[in-house]
């Protein structure tokens, strides 16, 4: 059957809702990440205003304003936070604690792994075989985890990564032999078809099927897909161990140290602002690690612009917590498969070792946040280059500000560092920031703009369902003619990728600019009357700092003379209510795709499975 008439034929059983256009579901990750995100400060607003001291003392807008911004790791208040109760200072911490990413991801480890177990019982109860490994565990094995004829099951990194690097390719993944740098990247394993029975680890199976970029399997039947699911299953077992300790050691040893330094060091300023010291360092602990920026401190972190072991932890934090997880994320694993290695081969070890060696090959299957090892590099980088930018312009630009010369240069160095950290996502600023260079003003906004790209990008380019989730191609396109294939066939993977960054940059433009023009619009025009009265304050660079900040779930300000909250503090209601929509929106851009196998429940394929998505991808011409 040509295949024309056979994806005409599977385009028929897809509920209409995608043939029209509208292409998913009403009910997905993105539409509950929503609704969870406005849901749960609309409930937590009440509590906040509902639990001042004196009753309403907080209007409600300002609770409202408060828990969004907490929620959405924001940062920004409208008041200052040592003003508020115990109470209302552990509601913002919990907000903080559970609004963060990583969090979120856990949830959705969670929920997956529920899924993938029902599905294998469903499987077994059926009375269709499991997959022996995931069923009984892996066999005994030698240090080399070969069968029969010692065929390997470890594969380099190296080999892997060329492999990985074959854009749009269709290049199967080899079994590695001793000596896996000489192996043909195109050859197909030689196997003799009674290797097929040999079920001891899921990897072998997979190293005889083709497999596309990041891991999208071509022409898997119904048992091969049960037995994906399987050390897919055992994938999210181990994850939803290593996450979860990932994010309670972090905050647990930061904060406590964090706690421990102030209250025997520096206790001075949480003390001034009626504040325990060993709170303000666990309350802080936590808002660097979500990257929320929120402080109890009035001053925020700038009593301790000196305090080294504070600024050190909170950025090694800031880092942990958001920037640069994935890269932490994938050293772990790293470092896990390493020891796993060098442990003497047994039940329990080779079968983690497998299930390792299935993450680090195929990351985006199984997580949103972790990556192929080329796409770690790349987003590295990205954090090193731009965070070297805002530190040699923090330095650069304050060599004569008269704000900074009080502070010695071994501080001031550190500040930078901190300060440039901080303002990509942590929101905490050490030095005050309508003090600083303008020229560094407008960098700072650039910075914040741009702070989730790397991630964004990062994620969307290692997604097993890029093109079908950036409307590259629809199922309903006709299958162009052999001119268009070969022009197709003809793209480099450079072009490839430089398309694929350009058109995420200009979508990323087009979800961003008119969300940002308009509220810059709508504020302005109520804030007419402030910037009459004071227009130096209120200015239009000032409004579109504070956007842009919220939009970013940055949260530095610019402040207002003489007050230590943020400069929307100073606003009217409705224009607070508008940035409460504009923090919304802004922690959703950094969201997975709909089409992301990483977010995708067991059995709840798209509607173009990845066969068709294959073939639909290899018929349409390069744009």
């Not at 979500?290 to 612009?305: E, T």
């Not at 090193?384 to 060599?399: G, K, T």
Request: some cysteine; hydrophobic content about 45%; proline content about 6%.
């Amino acid at each position: 059957m040509p295949p024309e008439r056979r994806l005409g034929n599977r385009r028929d059983a897809v509920p209409w809702r995608y043939r029209v256009g509208l292409g998913i579901p009403l009910v997905n990750f993105v539409s509950i990440h929503y609704a969870c995100f406005i849901l749960v400060p609309l409930i937590c607003s009440f509590i906040l205003w509902g639990s001042s001291n004196p009753k309403f003392n907080i209007s409600y807008v300002d609770s409202l304003f408060l828990v969004v911004s907490a929620s959405t790791e924001t940062g920004l208040n409208t008041v200052d936070l040592s003003t508020l109760t115990t109470g209302q200072q552990v509601l913002l911490f919990l907000l903080i604690l559970c609004g963060g990413t990583i969090w979120v991801s856990i949830w959705l480890i969670v929920v997956r792994r529920h899924s993938f177990k029902q599905l294998l019982q469903a499987d077994r109860s059926g009375g269709r075989e499991t997959p022996r490994w995931a069923e009984e565990g892996v066999e005994k094995q030698n240090n080399t985890a070969s069968c029969e004829n010692g065929f390997e099951l470890s594969t380099t990194s190296k080999t892997l990564s060329r492999r990985r690097s074959m854009h749009h390719s269709m290049t199967p993944i080899s079994a590695i032999n001793s000596s896996p740098a000489t192996a043909p990247l195109n050859a197909a394993p030689s196997l003799p078809a009674s290797r097929v029975e040999c079920e001891c680890n899921p990897l072998i199976f997979l190293a005889r099927k083709s497999v596309g970029q990041h891991g999208r399997f071509k022409n898997l039947s119904s048992e091969e897909r049960k037995q994906v699911s399987s050390i897919e299953y055992e994938a999210l077992n181990l994850l939803s161990l290593v996450v979860p300790l990932y994010f309670a050691m972090w905050q647990l040893v930061g904060c406590l140290g964090l706690g421990a330094w102030i209250a025997n060091n520096l206790p001075g300023p949480a003390l001034a602002n009626g504040i325990n010291p060993w709170w303000l360092g666990i309350f802080n602990g936590v808002s660097a690690f979500s990257n929320s920026g929120m402080s109890l401190l009035d001053a925020n972190v700038v009593p301790y612009q000196r305090a080294y072991y504070v600024l050190v932890t909170m950025s090694l934090m800031i880092l942990a917590g958001n920037t640069a997880y994935p890269v932490f994320l994938r050293v772990i694993f790293w470092i896990m498969l390493k020891i796993l290695k060098a442990l003497p081969s047994g039940l329990l070890v080779t079968k983690w070792r497998q299930t390792v060696e299935y993450i680090l090959m195929y990351p985006r299957r199984v997580y949103t946040n972790l990556f192929p090892a080329h796409h770690t590099w790349w987003l590295a980088f990205m954090v090193l280059l731009l965070n070297s930018i805002d530190w040699a312009a923090f330095e650069r630009f304050n060599i004569e500000n008269p704000a900074m010369q009080s502070i010695p240069p071994g501080p001031r160095l550190l500040d930078g560092l901190f300060q440039a950290i901080a303002v990509r996502s942590g929101g905490f600023y050490v030095v005050p920031i309508a003090q600083l260079h303008i020229g560094l003003l407008v960098l700072y906004v650039i910075m914040m703009y741009i702070s989730a790209f790397p991630v964004i990008i990062t994620m969307r380019h290692s997604n097993i369902y890029e093109e079908r989730s950036l409307s590259l191609y629809s199922p309903n396109q006709p299958t162009p003619d052999a001119e268009g294939l070969h022009v197709r066939k003809a793209a480099t993977n450079s072009e490839s990728r430089f398309l694929f960054v350009l058109q995420q940059v200009n979508g990323q433009l087009a979800h961003d600019i008119w969300l940002l023009a308009l509220a810059v619009f709508i504020i302005t025009s109520i804030e007419e009357p402030n910037f009459s009265r004071d227009p130096v304050s209120y200015s239009v660079f000032n409004i579109l700092f504070e956007v842009v900040s919220a939009y970013g779930c940055v949260g530095i300000s610019v402040g207002l003379p003489n007050k230590n909250y943020s400069f929307s503090g100073g606003w009217h209601s409705t224009s607070k209510l508008v940035l409460c929509v504009v923090m919304l929106r802004g922690r959703h851009r950094g969201l997975p795709a709909t089409m992301d196998h990483a977010v995708c429940l067991a059995g709840k394929r798209l509607p173009d499975d990845e066969q068709e998505s294959e073939s639909v991808r290899r018929a349409t011409p390069s744009s």
